[in-house]
């Protein structure tokens, strides 16, 4: 069966910096469109960054310029790099895959992660 793992959440200071990693199996990587998701306490899930099989990617406002997205497809991997983490930024983040993506909305998205907690300390 598909799963998706995401590692690489914790604790963080103002500023700082995390690296996010998805491990996929079960599925056929280099196809599917994949995507960070987040989801704070008390909020909807949001989509934060997204790639497709062909290596375009979506970023939303809020992770432009501090956020990278990048998958390596013969590791059936992606990750996520994230500079100048803000308070705001604290949310469990979800790895997603879409067999076709596009909308980016988390009801479009094939597979998810657990998730990985990222908190921002100020």
């Known amino acids: 069966q598909v799963q998706l793992v995401e590692s690489g959440g914790g604790l963080v200071q103002t500023g700082g910096s995390l690296a996010l990693s998805c491990t996929a199996s079960?599925?056929?990587?280099?196809?599917?469109?994949m995507g960070w998701f987040r989801q704070a306490p008390g909020k909807e899930r949001e989509v934060v960054t997204a790639?497709?099989?062909?290596?375009?990617?979506y970023y939303a406002d809020s992770a432009k310029g501090r956020f990278t997205i990048s998958r390596d497809n013969a590791k059936n991997m992606m990750y996520l790099q994230m500079n100048g983490l803000k308070p705001e930024d604290t949310a469990v983040y979800y790895c997603?895959?879409?067999?076709?993506?596009?909308?980016?909305?988390?009801?479009?998205?094939?597979?998810w992660g657990k998730g990985t907690l990222v908190t921002v300390s100020s």
């Open positions: 790639i497709t099989w062909s290596r375009n990617t």
């Open positions: 079960g599925l056929t990587f280099s196809i599917y469109d």
């Open positions: 997603a895959a879409a067999r076709r993506g596009g909308s980016w909305s988390p009801g479009g998205m094939d597979y």
